[in-house]
């Protein structure tokens, strides 16, 4: 229930509207409720058994004051107009009825309409904000495939299963209430048979969807694994077809989506059992009332009237469509939480990076960078990537981080703009430990230049305006130039409104290297990180983008992972890293005359 409150609460912002279809569905209730016991004065007229009042009594919301004062001026009108004037009126009553029950069904399904479409926007909006808040542990421990198919798929799923469902709650519990009251009124005895009806039936589809839940779990799971598989297969076209592994993947795939379509195919035919199980119910609920009712009309004592035990039936068949509606709505519900379950996994996901309450902003970097005694593993009781590191950064200087793949180069840089915290010790700037410092303010100081740049699917402009969103046009273009980018630019037909498709597929890699240098530039933060920002470039590239970099550590502290010798020969200090611990440390001269550590690299990996 818990669980299942959690999307519950999401309709708060819209109890207004939901108070307002409740009203509608209420009103849309009594109107047809009016329209069917019509039935009865219309027998009544016809085979002359209706009974009149010679007087009426105050009008009151109650069926006793309704039914006196109705009989009462239907009276008045066979009296003074006769008979088929009387039948017109009844007639002219359940038109109007109806039309206006139909006027309030239909506002209440628009006001449902209404509800449904703004709940399933703010889920998606809460899911990409608590995504986008996430530290980078959670995406190291689940697949993209399955964080997508969890946005899309099951967001889907909670629509059609729950929030369409809305009309259930809105509006079938409030036609049932009605509708009883009304039978108990005409049959107290016929009334307490259907109730006893209920448990029953409920207690079977119940039954029956007992295992629906577990089944969809897994196969929203395996939807997750489908989805996720197929972001790898086209990220990875090329190395499919230069393997020539297309059957390979091919088979993987059928396996996978046979697994999904032959769970799904047991959880459909569970779910459509309900429209059969239910049918067998209301016929075996009329077939009691037929049989009850009709030994009342027909017994000596004459309990019940031919023509109300017709308007009962009509009433009552009114019953077993929203009695219908809800336990298909239970089918729908016990579908939809299992993706209630699966996307709990990121709305009620513990931060490990947590800001601190008081958390001070950082708008510049002033002294030095300092990492005390850090140790940093990824899961408990597994070695440490970096064990005991202790160095310090001054603001100015330029310093690089060499070491074998696997030493704790990228995981020391991303220990300072707090992607992760240590498992003990601290990293500090200007003496204070990150911890205390609010964390956008703390991450707006740092830019990036990665190995392999990000390029998001839309035009150059944008793509060097993601660095600052606030930036002027002259300010973009003056990014470019620094960068070398502004030629080749001006080289493309739209220049910089052009489209640089997925992954920036239209650019060379030294193309989307420079824009992602202009993007850096345009953020113009004094903390620069530069991650192998040239190991992928081939040589004419690399020079290119050499200059581009120069431009970008003008006046910023800079820290660089480093592959090639040319990038750090010049740096103010470099230390190298094995299994996690920095071994030595100095200029690139001191270093080599060492004949250790950096020497074996500049030796294997960097010539």
């Known amino acids: 229930m818990r669980k299942f409150l959690s999307i519950l609460k999401f309709l708060i912002p819209y109890w207004h509207t939901a108070l307002l279809s409740v009203v509608s569905n209420l009103l849309a209730a009594?109107?047809?409720?009016?329209?069917?016991?019509?039935v009865i004065p219309f027998l009544g007229l016809l085979f002359s058994t209706q009974e009149f009042v010679t007087k009426s009594i105050p009008l009151s919301f109650s069926v006793e004051s309704v039914q006196h004062n109705f009989n009462y001026y239907l009276g008045r009108i066979i009296d003074d107009k006769g008979q088929l004037q009387a039948l017109l009126f009844i007639i002219l009553i359940v038109f109007v009825f109806t039309i206006l029950k139909n006027i309030c069904l239909f506002i209440?399904?628009?006001?449902?309409?209404?509800?449904?479409?703004?709940?399933?926007?703010?889920i998606r909006n809460e899911l990409m904000n608590k995504i986008l808040d996430f530290d980078l542990s959670y995406f190291s421990d689940k697949r993209r495939g399955d964080i997508i198919s969890k946005m899309i798929i099951d967001v889907k799923e909670i629509e059609i299963s729950i929030i369409s469902s809305l009309e259930m709650l809105f509006k079938d519990p409030i036609l049932l209430v009605v509708y009883l009251y009304v039978l108990m009124f005409m049959s107290i005895k016929l009334t307490l048979i259907v109730i006893l009806i209920f448990p029953f039936s409920a207690l079977i589809i119940a039954q029956v969807?007992?295992?629906?839940?577990?089944?969809?779990?897994?196969?929203?799971?395996?939807?997750?694994?489908?989805i996720g598989m197929l972001e790898e297969t086209l990220s990875g076209i090329k190395i499919v077809k230069a393997f020539t592994a297309e059957r390979f993947i091919e088979q993987r795939f059928k396996k996978l989506n046979k697994y999904y379509s032959d769970l799904f195919s047991k959880v459909w035919r569970q779910r459509t059992l309900s429209n059969p199980v239910s049918d067998i119910i209301s016929t075996i609920s009329i077939l009691l009332i037929m049989w009850f009712g009709g030994k009342m009309v027909l017994?000596?004592?004459?309990?019940?009237?031919?023509?109300?035990?017709i308007g009962y039936l009509a009433v009552f068949t009114q019953v077993i469509r929203p009695a219908k509606s809800l336990s298909g709505g239970y089918y729908n519900v016990i579908k939809g939480m299992a993706s209630i379950e699966r996307i709990n996994?990121?709305?009620?996901?513990?931060?490990?990076?947590?800001?601190?309450?008081?958390?001070?902003?950082?708008?510049?970097?002033?002294?030095?960078?300092?990492?005390?005694?850090?140790?940093?593993?990824?899961?408990?009781?597994?070695?440490?990537?970096?064990?005991?590191?202790?160095?310090?950064?001054k603001k100015g200087q330029t310093i690089a981080l060499v070491g074998h793949s696997g030493s704790g180069k990228s995981t020391i840089v991303d220990l300072i703009p707090r992607f992760f915290d240590p498992v003990s010790g601290e990293v500090l700037i200007d003496?204070?430990?990150?911890?205390?410092?609010?964390?956008?303010?703390?991450?707006?100081?740092?830019?990036?230049?990665?190995?392999?740049?990000?390029?998001?699917?839309?035009?150059?402009?944008?793509?060097?305006?993601?660095?600052?969103?606030?930036a002027t046009k002259e300010e973009v273009i003056k990014a470019a130039k620094l960068s070398y980018a502004y030629d080749f630019i001006m080289e493309k037909d739209a220049g910089y409104?052009?489209?640089?498709?997925?992954?920036?597929?239209?650019?060379?890699?030294?193309?989307?290297?420079?824009?992602?240098?202009?993007?850096?530039?345009?953020?113009?933060?004094?903390?620069?990180?530069?991650?192998?920002?040239?190991?992928?470039?081939?040589?004419?590239?690399?020079?290119?983008?050499?200059?581009a970099l120069d431009q970008l550590m003008k006046n910023r502290t800079t820290i660089v992972i480093a592959h090639r010798l040319s990038t750090i020969k010049n740096v103010d200090k470099i230390f190298v890293l094995n299994q996690g611990k920095i071994v030595e440390h100095g200029t690139h001269n001191e270093l080599l005359k060492l004949n250790t550590h950096y020497k074996k690299l500049t030796e294997f990996e960097f010539l």
């Open 30 to 38: 009594l109107f047809s409720v009016i329209s069917f016991t019509m």
């Open 108 to 122: 209440g399904k628009s006001l449902i309409i209404h509800i449904r479409i703004n709940v399933v926007k703010d």
């Open 209 to 226: 969807g007992k295992t629906l839940k577990k089944k969809t779990i897994r196969g929203q799971q395996k939807m997750g694994a489908l």
């Open 299 to 309: 017994t000596e004592e004459g309990e019940l009237s031919s023509q109300v035990f």
């Open 345 to 393: 996994t990121i709305l009620q996901h513990k931060f490990k990076i947590k800001e601190s309450p008081d958390a001070v902003k950082i708008s510049e970097f002033k002294d030095f960078i300092e990492f005390r005694n850090v140790i940093f593993h990824y899961q408990e009781n597994t070695s440490p990537i970096i064990n005991n590191i202790n160095f310090t950064i």
């Open 431 to 470: 003496g204070i430990s990150l911890k205390e410092y609010n964390i956008n303010s703390l991450r707006s100081l740092f830019g990036y230049v990665n190995q392999e740049p990000i390029i998001f699917n839309d035009t150059i402009y944008n793509n060097i305006l993601f660095g600052n969103p606030n």
């Open 497 to 547: 409104d052009t489209n640089l498709g997925e992954d920036g597929s239209k650019l060379s890699v030294g193309e989307k290297q420079r824009i992602s240098i202009a993007r850096t530039l345009l953020k113009n933060s004094p903390i620069l990180i530069l991650d192998e920002a040239t190991s992928s470039l081939d040589y004419k590239s690399e020079l290119i983008v050499r200059k």
